[in-house]
């Protein structure tokens, strides 16, 4: 069950800010974020668990609503250096073991 | 530290040859993940192993397979590649379970078939 992340592309102006969605239809245990640069493998930003716990990155926040199973990524005053593609993965507590499921991805491209 | 490596870095087979890709994760990292990506459909997960234990397994058919051997590095299989079979194959480790912990990529192997 892929999250879905929206919108799938964004296109900024260095300094705009930008918010990224992403969404599951199952309770989520933990959401993370990850960004890709074009040719690179992805990097780690953050994740931010049930309870309120966030871990990662500290330029880039983000939100995690457990009641409607969503979290958002904030990018505030963007940087070149922020292009990339976004994904979110979402960790569904399951009978076995918890798994890892990245979304599609959302493509931002931060312009001088 | 050494960061996570894979080999080959391209590999180019025909529709039917079967293929091995390998993964050394970070040292002291137990949890190899495989993901397959290909334009717009993100990373599909294929399968996570812990401690040699394949924990658990995505929605890929049964010409894809894995282990991982005791000194936590991985091997993926694929048998009778497709056409569709081509994608960039990452691995990814972490220090224990993923559920909760940073993952660390490699750079992936990128696989054609024709």
């Known amino acids: 069950q892929q999250p879905v992340q929206s919108p799938q592309a964004v296109i900024l102006r260095e300094g705009e800010d930008a918010v990224i969605n992403c969404s599951s239809s199952?309770?989520?245990?933990?959401v993370h974020w990850y960004r890709q640069k074009h040719g690179e493998a992805p990097v780690f930003l953050m994740i931010?668990?049930?309870?309120?716990e966030q871990k990662g990155h500290e330029k880039i926040s983000a939100s995690f609503n457990e009641k409607k199973q969503q979290s958002s990524l904030y990018l505030t005053a963007s940087q070149l250096s922020y292009s990339g593609t976004y994904f979110c993965?979402?960790?569904?507590?399951?009978?076995?073991?918890?798994?890892?499921?990245f979304g599609a991805g959302t493509r931002l491209a931060v312009h001088p | 530290k050494a960061g996570v490596t894979q080999t080959p870095r391209y590999l180019i087979k025909t529709r039917g040859q079967q293929v091995t890709l390998s993964c050394s994760p970070i040292?002291?990292?137990?949890?190899v993940s495989w993901y397959q990506q290909t334009p717009g459909q993100g990373l599909q997960f294929l399968f996570e192993?812990?401690?040699?234990?394949?924990?658990n397994k995505g929605n890929f058919p049964g010409r894809f397979s894995g282990r991982q051997f005791s000194n936590s590095r991985s091997e993926m299989n694929v048998s009778t590649l497709e056409l569709g079979d081509s994608a960039l194959y990452l691995c990814?480790?972490?220090?224990?379970?993923?559920?909760?912990?940073?993952?660390?990529f490699g750079p992936g192997t990128r696989l054609t078939v024709l």
């Open positions: 040292s002291g990292h137990r949890s």
């Open positions: 931010l668990l049930k309870g309120g």
């Open positions: 993965g979402t960790v569904t507590a399951s009978g076995g073991y918890n798994k890892l499921i």
């Open positions: 192993y812990f401690s040699e234990t394949q924990r």
């Open positions: 199952k309770a989520l245990y933990s």
């Open positions: 990814a480790s972490s220090l224990i379970t993923p559920d909760d912990n940073e993952q660390f």
